[in-house]
T-cell receptor
Framework: SQKIEQNSEALNIQEGKTATLTCNYT??????LQWYRQDPGRGPVFLLL?????KEKRKERLKVTFDTTLKQSLFHITASQPADSATYLC??????????FGAGTILRVKS | DSGVTQTPKHLITATGQRVTLRCSPR?????VYWYQQSLDQGLQFLIQ???????AKGNILERFSAQQFPDLHSELNLSSLELGDSALYFC????????????FGQGTRLTVV
């Protein structure tokens, strides 16, 4: 079945820097990949969707890349702020439309 | 506000009991998904319904069942509860069954004592 790997260790960065989070996957060739943000005790919130024919997608300070050869997506937050501190999840659809999530990477932005 | 409503927000019950969690999807969304998230764990996919029919199934325990009703709301039934079933249960909805992003409710926190 599909396996999704995200950095298990928290990422600590200084305010104003760019945060880069990684999502690697195996055993599948997804047509698209999604990124979500989750705050403690809250439901995940959709951020961005990138399709296999899109190398890069941007939304305000967010940028996502999708390399289907490497089976990897990178999620960047530029000019990071303490309010960006959260857990970031990547998600893929398995065959049969099951939407599966990685375990997430905790981002901590310090002022 | 995602537009997805889950009730109740909190539930405390004893081992061996049965509970029902309810989810109302966003207006117009046909797909409903259920996820379990234990403390410090990732989101575990349980089951998906599309327009009343089961569409995909994860590692859902036999003690758990779900359904989606004609008005598209969904219920997740958990029976013979064990301490290990304590978790956040999320419902999400999407417009279609395939490519669309999912919108999550605020979750039901279940505590089994």
């Amino acid at each position: 079945s599909q396996k999704i790997e995200q950095n298990s260790e928290a990422l600590n960065i200084q305010e104003g820097k760019t945060a880069t989070l990684t999502c690697n996957y195996t055993n599948y060739s997804p047509a698209y990949l999604q990124w979500y943000r989750q705050d403690p005790g809250r439901g995940p919130v959709f951020l961005l969707l990138i399709r296999e024919n899109e190398k890069e997608k941007r939304k305000e300070r967010l940028k996502v890349t999708f390399d289907t050869t490497l089976k990897q997506s990178l999620f960047h937050i530029t000019a990071s702020q303490p309010a960006d501190s959260a857990t970031y999840l990547c998600a893929l659809r398995e065959y049969g439309n099951k939407l599966v999530f990685g375990a997430g990477t905790i981002l901590r932005v310090k002022s | 506000d995602s537009g997805v409503t889950q009730t109740p927000k909190h539930l405390i019950t004893a081992t061996g009991q049965r509970v029902t969690l309810r989810c109302s999807p966003r207006s117009g969304d046909l797909s409903v998904y259920w996820y379990q998230q234990s403390l410090d764990q990732g989101l575990q996919f349980l089951i998906q319904y599309y327009n009343g029919e089961e569409r995909a199934k994860g590692n859902i325990l036999e003690r758990f069942s779900a359904q989606q009703f004609p008005d598209l709301h969904s219920e997740l039934n958990l029976s013979s509860l064990e301490l290990g079933d304590s978790a956040l249960y999320f419902c999400a909805s999407s417009a279609g069954s395939g490519k669309n992003e999912a919108f999550f409710g605020q979750g039901t926190r279940l505590t089994v004592v």
